[in-house]
């Protein structure tokens, strides 16, 4: 009970700022990225879990810094490195230059290390992410359930509808622990419609859920299984790999001068010429998933401007 009393106290920390979620321009920025980064976890066969993890990644990022539009290369760079982020934490291999092949722009190593430096920093090195996933087995536990089929059942079709809780943006506003207890819920009236009612007051027993915010969530998810059909992410994602997607397209309403100050200050700090990386940060990136309980631990270090990325044209 101590380890989950300590993932309900954190969970917050993992979770994107209340002040992203009111921005007008959000969702079509947050929808971009969700497509690059599907685009990249079927052509280069991720693991659905890298893909989430590398969400989460730029969801925490995106909420704290401003993308500028007029920038589309930056989006691109942030979602190449959160995956390859992710890949580290579940020490699995990426390879971004296969991403990047059909891409209409080019990222070396060094800018990539350069802009994970970044994210590192802005999420305050806090890279073992509090996800639903962190509190589906507490919840299935307080279910008791007998049969290890159906207890395998429910936490499947529960993961499923979590992923697909991934691309809805409502649901960001609520905490992972009622994400995963409202997607358990919902799995648990498909499957068990019988045992729905005492699913549900098992839950709601728990001390560290708000009843609201379940109540609330829940019903989120619900108009989400209703819809997922129709507003799949998924058919999106299967789209794109036939046909560019155009980050061109997005138009958000942002002050000129407010857009040119965020250019500036992310460029800044993702452009250091070669030569100014020390050996401790690039030591740190190499054995970030090894050594994950000294993430807190990382420095900050500021960058200089240099030229945008290299821009691949039908020639090249």
């Known amino acids: 009970m101590g380890t989950a009393k300590a993932l309900f106290d954190s969970e917050s920390d993992h979770m994107v700022s209340q002040i992203f979620l009111r921005r007008f321009h959000a969702e079509p920025l947050r929808r971009e990225a969700i497509a690059l980064i599907l685009q ?48 580290k934490m579940k020490k699995i291999d990426f390879s971004y230059s296969d991403f990047q092949k059909d891409e209409g722009f080019i990222f070396d190593a060094q800018r990539i290390h350069r802009m994970e430096l970044l994210i590192l920093s802005t999420l305050n090195w806090r890279m073992r992410s509090i996800t ?63 045992q729905f009612s005492s699913f549900k007051a098992a839950i709601s027993s728990c001390e560290y ?10 019903h989120v998810m619900e108009e989400m299984v209703t819809n997922e059909w129709d507003e799949s992410i998924f ?34 700090a993702i452009k250091q010429p070669r030569g100014h990386e020390n050996k401790a940060q690039r030591s740190q990136i190499q054995h970030l998933a090894s050594h994950s309980q000294s ?13 945008a990325p290299k821009r691949i044209t039908r020639n090249e």
Request: aromatic share 12%; hydrophobic share 40%.
């Open 295 to 307: 993430l807190g631990k990382g420095r900050r270090t500021k960058y200089d401007l240099s030229a």
């Open 235 to 268: 058919d999106a994602a299967v789209s794109s790999t036939k046909t560019p997607i155009c980050v061109l397209d997005r138009h958000y309403k942002n002050s000129v001068s407010e857009k040119s100050n965020t250019a500036n200050t992310l460029e800044a």
């Open 40 to 87: 990249a976890q079927y052509s280069c066969n991720l693991d659905n879990f890298i893909s989430y993890l590398a969400v989460n990644y730029v969801d925490r990022f995106i909420s704290k810094k401003e993308v500028p539009e007029e920038k589309p290369w930056i989006l691109r760079l942030l979602v190449i490195s959160c995956l390859s982020l992710a890949a």
């Open 209 to 218: 859920i708000n009843q609201e915010s379940l109540n609330n969530c829940y």
């Open 132 to 194: 639903p996933f962190s509190f589906v087995y507490f919840f299935i536990s307080l279910f008791e359930l007998k049969d290890p089929a159906l207890t395998k059942a429910l936490k499947d079709r529960a993961t499923e509808l979590i992923f697909k809780a991934r691309d809805e943006i409502k649901l960001l506003e609520y905490k992972p622990s009622i994400i995963a207890a409202s997607a358990l819920l919902c799995a648990s009236y498909e499957l068990f419609p019988l």
